[in-house]
């Protein structure tokens, strides 16, 4: 049975850092890649970032760019996100996901954590 276990998520003000982590287990994991995403409430859930199988390619929307970070330890199958500079706009739930495919798209995702949920204050 397949889990993806988020963890980090918190009350942060403007300005500030978390990091999220996702852990899986009853998959193999190196063969997977790792997504974040978010869902803001009312809105849809939207792409964040994604490492590839190795972790040597990464890809980010342009909201987080250069703002959050994503890696991954194969070792201890777990996928971070590290997120500064954080906004309001930034109050989320965020989810991880697993996926063979090379998609970011939300259906396209084989797998899904329950989530974490991230609250910047102004």
């Known amino acids: 049975q397949v889990q993806l276990v988020e963890s980090g998520g918190g009350l942060v003000q403007a300005g500030g850092s978390l990091r999220l982590s996702c852990a899986a287990s009853g998959l193999t994991f190196s063969t997977y890649g790792m997504l974040w995403f978010r869902q803001a409430p009312g809105k849809e859930r939207e792409f964040i970032a994604r490492i590839w199988w190795s972790g040597g390619t990464t890809r980010y929307a342009d909201s987080v760019k250069d703002r959050f970070t994503i890696s991954r330890d194969n070792a201890k199958n777990t996928v971070y996100l590290q997120m500064n500079s954080l906004k309001p706009e930034d109050t989320a739930s965020y989810y991880c996901?697993?996926?063979?495919?090379?998609?970011?798209?939300?259906?396209?995702?084989?797998?899904w954590g329950k989530g974490t949920l991230v609250t910047v204050s102004s």
């Open positions: 996901a697993a996926t063979r495919s090379w998609s970011v798209s939300v259906q396209d995702m084989d797998y």
